[in-house]
């Protein structure tokens, strides 16, 4: 079945490092991949996506790019920010004629320090 | 914008009682909403879809009797946790499409529910 596999947290980084989390994927069909943020209290806001192969998709300084021959979505940034502490949620979704639904990675708590 | 409410943002009842959330998309026509239970420090579970005017579709391992989805109109869905019990106690989100054709899914902030 389709599945989201995640570097397992918690990420401990000192503010300005470098961050790299891990995400590979299983998935029948063509998935498109999101990269989800949540906040301590909060629901999830979508933070970066790529709906096929090669696409980088990019936001707030993250970065991520669809790897469809090493099935991977790792998620970057160059320079971590205190305010960048939250836990981070590799997603795929397939579309389908009768089924949708996103499937989710465990999440990685990444906690940045001054 | 893609604004998702849920109402309330926590809830605290007693057990054997029902509780409802509701969530609303705002400003958009929401075809499709979803409903997602998740336990501290875990990823998002899928509880169930719901479409717009017909019956939600259930992940498996999920009770319907126990957790009644009610999909009303392109912008409100309602989730029910009938005869709440401490187990049923978690964060639920709900997410909601703006239509067919489309993977984005936009989600609402979350309830905490606490079943005493």
């Known amino acids: 079945g389709d599945s989201v596999t995640q570097m397992e947290g918690p990420v401990t980084l000192s503010e300005e490092a470098f961050l790299t989390i891990n995400c590979t994927y299983t998935?029948?069909?063509?998935?498109?991949l999101f990269w989800y943020v949540q906040y301590p209290g909060e629901g999830l806001q979508l933070l970066l996506k790529?709906?096929?192969?090669?696409d980088k998709g990019s936001n707030k300084g993250f970065e991520a790019t669809y790897r469809k021959e090493t099935t991977s979505f790792h998620l970057e940034k160059g320079s971590v920010q205190v305010s960048d502490s939250a836990v981070y949620f590799c997603a795929l979704s397939v579309l389908k004629t009768s089924y949708d639904k996103v499937i989710f990675g465990p999440g990685t708590s990444l906690s940045v320090i001054p | 914008g893609a604004v998702v409410s849920q109402h309330p943002s926590w809830v605290i009842c007693k057990s054997g009682t029902s509780v409802k959330i509701e969530c609303r998309s705002l400003?958009?026509?929401?075809?499709?909403m979803f409903w997602y239970r998740q336990f501290p420090k875990q990823s998002l579970m899928l509880m169930a879809t719901?479409?717009?005017?017909?019956?939600?579709?259930?992940e498996q391992g999920v009770e319907k009797d126990k957790f009644l989805i009610n999909h009303a109109s392109l912008t409100l869905s309602t989730l029910t946790v009938t005869s709440a019990h401490p187990e049923d106690s978690s964060f639920y989100i709900c997410?909601?499409?703006?239509?067919?054709?489309?993977?984005?899914?936009?989600f609402g902030p979350g309830t905490r529910l606490t079943v005493t």
């Open positions: 998935a029948t069909g063509y998935p498109s």
């Open positions: 997410s909601a499409r703006k239509r067919e054709g489309t993977y984005e899914q936009y």
């Open positions: 719901s479409n717009e005017g017909s019956k939600a579709t259930y």
């Open positions: 400003d958009f026509q929401a075809t499709t």
């Open positions: 790529a709906t096929k192969a090669d």
